[in-house]
């Protein structure tokens, strides 16, 4: 009946050294979890020698540091080939990108970078390789930062100094923290862009895995181990490594690239993937802050292609592209076809939501549990609890003939796309769906902000005013988070009502667990995860 943590809004246990995960309400039963999650990664894409990790912590148990040159007199030049133009048709893929080489300088050091355009998306071809001190180049060998640029805590990315963005400290300000290291004009990218662009090159690349199209091919990698990549994108990543100053560790099969997203005050997103362990595909996670990591620039809208920057103006110019004022929200309503149940929905940016809490009644037998109200505050907009089989509709997916799946307690299966949000209706009504992980954490974006006193407090701006025993919220948004609690089937009994409001996300923890956001007395969301047999509320999202 208890729950994992797992960081994503802010992390369980992150700032809660007493090793309650970050729950603060009474009753709630906590199983403890593996450290952070650092590097997705995929065993299957790069061959079919079966090597995967078996940790979740994979820069503590990553190989040593790598093999530095003997030679730091070597110099590499940014590359003089011109792809302008340049298209890409093989197999079934229909990606096309423009990349151009030589035409783009960063003033502070006289460097050349290539550019590439995927989509609407200018990119950086290149990694980041300006020196802000304290950065590191991959085995402290000056070749590695020539070939495959530098590595960068999350507040040297940031351009900022470890005091106001290092570990311990969530950054004043809103996503992104731009230019941060990137030259005037670029930007360090945001979680939102990697989505942006990794749905972009899913969607075009024909059906290899959106890691292989963004690799450099192998006679470009600047590795003699490389085996895997098509350069489909023209993106030509490269496999940078991780550098933990903890263990003083070097993960040389990771890549990782910060995004301008901070998750908390230790951890900010990551975008990246890993030779030898277990995901299939690029990834993101939340990072510890003070390990050192990849950067690509993007380009901002009306960005120049050089450019001069300081620390000061970096600061300075900090504002958001993400941030949406409450008073742009726009509310509505709709009605669900099934039943005749009117439901209040919010437009948050980009995002339709609803902003209620599912109240279907499944037909056939399948069972639903409705809070008995007995004259307590708000409950009767409880809606009702559904397991998480229920709640993504495993009957539906199992008897679908293209891409049957059998998903449920005890049967882990795929619910996420390859470089894709997944897409699956579920228990909501037509035209709605089960929110992915992501779709949360672009909400997050959204609304994020620091009160006074620099705390977070996204989770509080989307809370209802009343309801809860401690902590009501200020529901900015119209979005009305309730402290719904949960419901245990087997125990035939709800619980942590007034004090806890969860939702199911359709990300699964694994076969046992699938993982919920939730709400508590802390001003931030969080995640963790429950077991699938447990029935909790379902919020949808249009699309």
């Known amino acids: 009946m208890g729950f994992a943590c797992s960081a994503f809004l802010l992390a369980c246990g992150d700032d809660n050294p007493s090793g309650t995960g970050g729950l603060d309400f009474p009753g709630a039963e906590i199983e403890s979890s593996s450290s952070e999650e650092?590097?997705?990664?995929?065993?299957?894409?790069?061959?079919?020698?079966?090597?995967?990790?078996s940790s979740s912590e994979e820069i503590v148990l990553s190989s040593s540091v790598a093999?530095?040159?003997?030679?730091?007199e070597v110099k590499?030049?940014?590359s003089s080939v011109v792809e302008s133009s340049s298209s890409v048709s093989e197999g079934d893929s229909t990606l096309t990108y423009e990349r151009e080489c030589d035409k783009m300088f960063d003033d502070r050091d006289g460097r050349s970078y290539c550019t590439v355009k995927i989509g609407t998306q200018t990119w950086m071809g290149e990694n980041l390789a300006y020196d802000i001190p304290g950065s590191k180049c991959k085995g402290d060998d000056p070749v590695n930062c020539q070939k495959f640029g530098r590595l960068y805590t999350y507040a040297?990315?940031?351009?900022?100094?470890?005091?106001?963005?290092g570990p311990g400290r969530k950054c004043k300000g809103n996503y992104p923290l731009s230019p941060g290291a990137c030259p005037e004009g670029w930007t360090v990218a945001t979680l939102k862009d990697w989505n942006t662009l990794i749905d972009y090159v899913g969607k075009h690349n024909g059906s290899e895995p959106v890691v292989v199209s963004l690799l450099a091919k192998p006679e470009d990698s600047r590795r003699d181990d490389m085996t895997m990549g098509s350069d489909l994108s023209g993106f030509r990543m490269l496999v940078a490594g991780v550098y933990n100053p903890e263990f003083n560790s070097l993960s040389d099969s990771s890549i990782s690239f910060w995004t301008a997203t901070e998750e908390g005050a230790n951890l900010a997103y990551d975008y990246g993937f890993d030779l030898y362990n277990a995901y299939t595909d690029m990834e993101s996670y939340p990072a510890l802050k003070q390990t050192y990591r990849s950067v690509r620039c993007i380009q901002k809208e009306g960005g120049s292609s050089s450019a001069a920057s300081s620390s000061?103006?970096?600061v300075e110019s900090s504002s958001s592209d993400s941030y949406?004022?409450?008073?742009y929200v726009i509310r509505d309503s709709?009605?669900?076809?099934?039943?005749?149940?009117?439901?209040?929905?919010?437009k948050i940016g980009m995002q339709t939501w609803m902003a209620e809490n599912l109240d279907y009644a499944l037909e056939d037998g399948v069972k639903s549990w409705k809070y008995s109200?007995?004259?307590?505050?708000?409950?009767e907009d409880y809606g009702r609890f559904y397991t998480w089989a229920t709640a993504i509709d495993s009957a539906s997916l199992a008897s679908n003939t293209s891409n049957p799946q059998v998903c449920g307690n005890g049967v882990e299966c795929t619910t996420a796309e390859r470089g894709s949000i997944a897409r699956i209706q579920g228990v909501c009504p037509e035209g709605w769906r089960i929110p992915h992980e992501y779709d949360w954490v672009l909400l997050y974006e959204s609304v994020s902000r620091v009160d006074s006193t620099r705390t977070e407090i996204s989770g509080k701006v989307l809370k209802s005013v009343s309801g809860w025993v401690e902590g009501n919220g200020l529901d900015e948004y119209g979005f009305n988070v309730l402290p719904s609690g949960t419901y245990y089937p087997a125990d035939q009994r709800f619980s942590l009502e007034h004090y806890v409001g969860f939702f199911w996300i359709l990300n699964e923890y694994d076969e046992e667990s699938g993982k919920v956001v939730y709400f508590s007395t802390s001003p931030s969301a969080t995640t963790a995860g429950m077991s699938k047999s447990d029935a909790l509320p379902v919020r949808c999202i249009k699309g």
């Open 38 to 53: 650092v590097i997705p990664s995929s065993a299957e894409a790069l061959s079919s020698s079966g090597v995967q990790s």
């Open 67 to 72: 093999e530095s040159s003997s030679s730091s």
């Open 76 to 78: 590499l030049s940014s």
């Open 156 to 165: 040297q990315a940031m351009n900022r100094s470890e005091d106001e963005c």
């Open 312 to 314: 000061s103006e970096a």
């Open 324 to 327: 949406i004022d409450p008073s």
């Open 334 to 346: 709709i009605v669900d076809a099934r039943d005749g149940h009117v439901y209040k929905t919010v």
């Open 373 to 379: 109200c007995e004259g307590e505050m708000e409950c």
